[in-house]
């Protein structure tokens, strides 16, 4: 059982940073793959980004076209927690955001285990 909770949404205005941090339970985090998503109003639930559990080699990551170059997606198994940077926020990065893990990385959301979300409102 791993649970996860999401934290530093807010308000912001659009071009400003933020970054959302999931802190995980349990003592198997490095092996989970995770993911974030996001919920606008009125629309599904989309796949923003995902890191590999780590290796080696180190993580893997992927991420969403609309995200992508602005979005940094990271891991730090020690703290058990990953995090997601978001920088040059638009209005519509609006959304509730999700933490989400996985014993595989997929842009899908079949994840095993979620998080409550953090709203991020980016305001024009």
């Known amino acids: 059982q791993v649970q996860l909770v999401e934290s530093g949404g807010g308000l912001v205005q659009a071009g400003d940073s933020l970054r959302l941090s999931c802190a995980a339970s349990g003592r198997t985090f490095s092996s989970y793959a995770m993911g974030w998503f996001r919920q606008a109003p009125g629309k599904e639930r989309e796949f923003v980004a995902t890191i590999s559990s780590s290796s080696s080699s180190g993580a893997r990551t992927y991420y969403a076209d609309a995200v992508k170059g602005r979005f940094t997606i990271s891991r730090d198994n020690a703290k058990n927690t990953v995090y997601l940077q978001m920088n040059n926020l638009k209005p519509e990065d609006t959304a509730v955001y999700y933490c989400?893990?996985?014993?595989?990385?997929?842009?899908?959301?079949?994840?095993?285990?979620w998080g409550q979300g953090t709203q991020v409102t980016v305001s024009s």
């Open positions: 989400a893990a996985n014993r595989l990385m997929a842009t899908s959301g079949k994840y095993d285990y």
